[in-house]
């Protein structure tokens, strides 16, 4: 056994053990043992005293978390007039919404982003903890407002317009999160959003790909996804729908034939697994050894927002579990499927049973 591995051991008996302990017990100096605790916590298999060692089965989540209002127009909505509407509001934000899915399908989860110190964040955070979700790392920026996500929904609950104002992320910087870097890199796995800034999106990838840490990126926008590098080694899976994927392959998708040459063409760039989100289409998955089209599971839309933040979720936790990414794919849809007959952006109805039941009646009546 390497000393490292002898050192994780005598951890995970007495996380209190000093290192002149260890030392004695492994028959080394002292500052030898410091030179591997350092490296450790440099990995995050351990992040400071006690020492911490890396959650199996955890999910660190990067990116937003906004307050979200939805407008749902009472007849079609028609553009340049005034439209009456009902109101809802709710949390909102790419990671954040991932992060309460994962919390509610009974996954070890924690949230890194930031929030102003105003009403609107702190309800925020405070209604995301009740789902079992880490907010401890969150910063809070007291310059700032907490930010906004408005959708124009239409009355078959189809977007017609969004608005964001999302200035706050702007003020993330990656030495902010190198402070928080042995506590991100405790996750199995990494799930990241391309509302933090570009030279931030470039320091997480960099370091998930030199310290081989499982890293899902969601483009979220075709905006927002120019701010990915060219370069996307690190990246374990990346999560497009069919507009991000075609700015990231440089062409267009008018087809399923056309869809895998763009996930080719993105692979290219050092992902490892593609997977395409192609709304009615269901989602097409290609790795350097598979590639499939899924059809969505059939379910009575009520309200399309969420539907895919809860795709990468049940794909996150089928991944976390040990599952193939084929079978992952499967309880995405399922997870989709079941937020689709919600009004709500997080499903109530995302439970690990339901998942699993979902995928397997579906697979049987195939």
């Known amino acids: 056994m390497d000393k490292e591995m002898q050192i994780l051991q005598h951890i995970r008996h007495n996380p209190f053990i000093s290192q002149q302990e260890l030392a004695d017990l492994m028959g080394i100096s002292r500052s030898a043992v410091a030179g591997y605790i350092a490296q450790l916590t440099k990995r995050g298999e351990i992040k400071g005293r006690a020492y911490v060692l890396r959650d199996e089965g955890s999910i660190a989540c990067i990116g937003g978390a906004n307050l979200d209002r939805k407008a749902r127009g009472k007849q079609q909505v028609r553009l340049h007039s005034s439209n009456p509407v009902t109101i809802m509001e709710s949390c909102g934000g790419v990671a954040r919404n991932i992060a309460e899915n994962l919390g509610r399908l009974g996954c070890k989860t924690s949230l890194f982003t930031s929030i102003g110190e105003d009403k609107e964040g702190e309800w925020i955070l405070q209604e995301t903890r009740k789902h079992g979700v880490d907010i401890s790392q969150v910063w809070r920026l007291p310059t700032q407002r907490t930010g906004t996500y408005t959708a124009l929904l239409d009355i078959d609950g189809e977007m017609v317009v969004s608005l964001a104002n999302m200035d706050i992320y702007d003020a993330l910087t990656p030495e902010m999160y190198a402070d928080k870097w042995s506590h991100i890199a405790a996750a199995q796995a990494i799930f990241l959003d391309t509302n933090v800034p570009a030279d931030c999106l470039a320091y997480i990838i960099e370091r998930c790909r030199e310290e081989n840490i499982p890293l899902f990126v969601d483009p979220v926008s075709s905006a927002k996804a120019k701010k990915l590098p060219q370069r996307l080694d690190g990246v374990e899976a990346i999560l497009p729908n069919r507009e991000e994927a075609e ?90 499927a079941l937020t689709l007959k919600t009004e709500q952006s997080v499903s109530p109805l995302l439970k690990p049973e339901q998942l699993e039941l979902t995928v397997d009646q579906y697979e049987e009546e195939r």
Request: with cysteine; charged share 20%; aromatic share 8%.
């Open 247 to 336: 700015l990231l392959a440089e062409m267009s998708i008018g087809s399923i034939e056309e869809c895998a040459e763009a996930c080719r063409k993105i692979r290219e760039r050092g992902v490892k697994h593609v997977i395409v989100t192609m709304g009615e289409q269901g989602v097409y998955y290609q790795s350097e050894d598979v590639s499939k089209h899924f059809t969505p599971y059939p379910t009575d839309v009520v309200d399309v927002t969420g539907a895919g933040d809860a795709f990468a979720s049940g794909l996150l936790y089928g991944f976390v579990n040990g599952e193939s990414f084929e079978r992952a794919c499967q309880l995405g849809l399922a997870a989709s």
